[in-house]
């Protein structure tokens, strides 16, 4: 692994980054002036996306809570998991049962800088960290396979980052791909944003086009492609707040967010 030190000095904290962007507007801590100013200046111009950034968060929890309470499953890998923040999906799942063992996959250096924070665990599970792209599927699997059993189920948790893809058919592809390999019985846990309405779309065309990395908003019809062959349980793809809710389920995000859980035959 990367030395910290070595590590930070490659990281240019003078210009925003949509990682550290995110985690500010989820009240965490690793964040410099850049990003709380570019922030700041979306929020300004579209206040719901704050909400919007935690009740995208409390999906990952409900799901999460789902898959080790309800499915059964101990194993996970975390795609393109960001900067940590609150309820990582290692500590929902070591909530319920301690012997979860997760991985997260991030190719971001800035997510390397903070890795400390994931790689906590219960004594009796495990948490990884793979550095590597998201789109390259074998880095994926074999970086998995040191830590988990790839012939057991595995819950592959997307969190909505494929909004980065640029390119849908691309987007569709890397998870197919991820799909078709794992074991039967394991679960496809993913959420993607769209546009809540025009403003919100004008402020993340604007946001898009200042040099960030961009994120693509897609409607629900086009994102549901991406369950295809797999079974979705109740309540299917639907926004976040529509997903099996509870007393702490924000209800803003009823254009903003979609997500979904579907078991792998």
Not at 3 to 29: C, F, M
Not at 133 to 153: F, N, S
Request: charged share 20%.
């Amino acid at each position: 692994m990367t030395e910290p030190t070595r590590l930070s000095s490659q990281i240019d904290t003078s210009v925003a980054h949509s990682a550290r962007v995110w985690n500010y507007w989820l009240g965490g801590k690793d964040h410099y002036p850049a990003d709380q100013a570019a922030g700041d200046a979306y929020s300004s111009k579209y206040p719901n996306i704050v909400p919007f950034a935690g009740e995208s968060r409390d999906f990952l929890r409900r799901t999460t809570t789902f898959l080790a309470k309800e499915a059964g499953i101990r194993q996970f890998i975390d795609l393109g998991a960001g900067l940590p923040t609150s309820n990582n999906t290692h500590e929902v799942a070591q909530r319920i049962s301690p012997d979860c063992r997760v991985v997260y996959l991030d190719h971001d250096p800035i997510v390397l800088l903070h890795v400390h924070a994931l790689l906590t665990s219960t004594p009796e599970g495990a948490t990884a960290y793979v550095q590597a792209d998201m789109r390259d599927t074998d880095a994926v699997l074999t970086g998995g396979a040191k830590t988990l059993d790839m012939t057991e189920p595995i819950a592959l948790v997307i969190s909505d980052v494929l909004g980065h893809i640029v390119d849908w058919d691309e987007a569709r592809g890397l998870v197919r791909r991820l799909v078709d390999r794992l074991p039967s019985g394991s679960y496809l846990s993913l959420s993607h944003s769209t546009a809540a309405d025009e403003k919100h779309q004008a402020v993340q065309d604007e946001y898009n086009s200042s040099g960030a990395i961009p994120y693509i908003f897609r409607e629900p019809s086009v994102a549901i492609e991406l369950f295809e062959g797999t079974e979705l349980i109740e309540p299917g793809f639907t926004s976040w707040p529509r997903w099996r809710p509870d007393a702490n389920t924000g209800r803003l995000t009823d254009r903003a967010g979609w997500g979904g859980v579907a078991r792998i035959s």
